[in-house]
């Protein structure tokens, strides 16, 4: 009986599996240490504070002075790249962009109180000459085209309604009405029989509330380097049963109307003014 036959592929020996390629172990994550968090913290907090100091800073309206362009409550943000943004600490000032053009609406430092801030429309820039008649305003003698002013019924007043005022009337105008002292003396040096002559580098504002401001009128020009920036848009605005809490000093008044607001957020919010621009 014949044997059957063998093919040899099938009987040869199996070849051996390869070697798998040996896994070199994973290198062990470090935990991020306390100077990587620092770090990130100070970078995140030094881009702030640039943005803060040279492009845009968030700003609250606390009075009426600017009625009804910007009322009482809105938070508006400030475009500082215009004028030149001031170095902190220092007297260096980046470059401007653009000038300061008559009717901007501008935030500035307050000349008789740098540490408060201001929102104003300029109504004369270096050389004009500022006049008042019956509420009525002339630049350079020529009536100023005004669609934003707001007029209270309010009885007529020197100096707040003909501007300059006369020379005996500054010796006498009671400062409870809001005149700044050094301002009567210093205003006779820059009125001339057509008007207030503002002079270079400085500005003359007015606010749109013209009853219920106290501007250049009452306390005098604003340096051109005291001008921070101009209003963008509204991000937010709040109706307070109370306006006077915006101006609240105390702590405890202070934490009070943050738990007003806190409750009243969507009550007394005005939606219809987010996002409006100037």
């Known amino acids: 009986m014949e044997s059957p036959e063998v093919n040899p592929q099938e009987t040869s020996a199996p070849e051996p599996a390869a070697e798998a390629a040996p896994v070199k172990p994973s290198k062990p994550e470090h935990p ?4 990587d968090t620092l770090r990130s913290l100070l970078i995140v907090l030094m881009v702030v504070l640039g943005i803060r100091t040279f492009v845009a800073e968030a700003t609250v309206i606390p009075t009426g002075s600017m009625e009804s362009t910007i009322l009482i409550g809105d ?3 400030l475009n500082k790249l215009l004028y030149g943004p001031q170095v902190p600490y220092t007297s260096l000032r980046l470059p401007a962009l653009r000038e300061i053009h008559r ?4 935030a500035f430092r307050y000349p008789v109180n740098p540490s408060l801030m201001f929102v104003k429309r300029v109504i004369g820039v270096g050389g004009d000459v500022v006049k008042i008649e019956n509420k009525r305003v002339y630049v350079n003698g020529k009536p100023l085209f005004e669609p934003y002013v707001q007029f209270l019924t309010l009885p007529t007043q020197p100096l707040r309604d003909d501007f300059p005022p006369s020379l005996s ?3 006498t105008y009671p400062a409870y009405l809001g005149l700044d002292s050094a301002w009567a003396r210093q205003m006779p040096s820059f ?3 057509d008007g207030l002559h503002v002079p270079q580098g400085y500005l003359f504002v007015m606010g749109d509330n013209r009853d219920n401001s106290l501007d250049s009128r009452f306390w005098g020009f604003v340096p ?4 921070v920036g101009e209003p963008l848009f509204i991000y937010w605005s709040y109706d307070a049963p109370n306006p006077r809490d915006w101006q609240a000093e105390t702590l405890a008044a202070r934490l009070k109307f943050d738990a007003s607001i806190f409750l009243n957020f969507l009550k007394h919010t005005r939606w219809s003014r987010t996002g409006q621009t100037f």
Not at 32 to 35: F, R, T
Not at 103 to 106: E, G, N, Q, S, Y
């Open 224 to 227: 051109v380097e005291n001008v």
């Open 75 to 77: 938070h508006v943000f």
């Open 32 to 35: 991020e240490s306390v100077w």
């Open 103 to 106: 009717l901007d609406i501008v």
């Open 191 to 193: 009125v001339r029989n």
């Open 169 to 171: 009337l500054l010796e």
